[in-house]
């Protein structure tokens, strides 16, 4: 995001789409953005403060259920595990 934001350079494709996304809605990344468009830029850092917490909140809530993983037999873990990297590909 770093690059995106402040040269305007796409630095993998997830910034690539929001680098579009910006274009779409008459954003140019670069940096005169953060003059520019200071309600965006705030807005993108609130959002990242909120995600942050959240994912905390979430992995926190999440310590005790993981380890109940471990208790499943591997016969019924290993083709739940295969199934769902298969699903990604």
């Given at each position: 995001?770093?690059?995106?934001?402040?040269?305007?350079?796409?630095g993998d494709v997830v910034t690539a789409v929001m680098?579009?996304?910006?274009?779409?809605?008459?954003?140019?990344?670069?940096?005169?953005?953060?003059?520019?468009n200071r309600q965006i830029v705030n807005a993108l850092?609130?959002?990242?403060?909120?995600?942050?917490?959240?994912?905390?909140?979430?992995?926190?809530?999440?310590?005790?259920?993981?380890?109940?993983?471990?208790?499943?037999?591997?016969?019924?873990?290993f083709p739940v595990i295969f199934a769902l990297c298969?699903?990604?590909?």
């Amino acid at each position: 995001m770093v690059p995106l934001l402040t040269l305007g350079i796409p630095g993998d494709v997830v910034t690539a789409v929001m680098l579009g996304a910006l274009l779409l809605i008459g954003v140019r990344p670069g940096p005169l953005l953060f003059q520019q468009n200071r309600q965006i830029v705030n807005a993108l850092f609130v959002g990242f403060m909120l995600a942050q917490f959240l994912i905390l909140g979430l992995g926190l809530a999440s310590v005790k259920v993981f380890p109940r993983i471990l208790k499943v037999p591997i016969s019924i873990l290993f083709p739940v595990i295969f199934a769902l990297c298969c699903s990604v590909c």
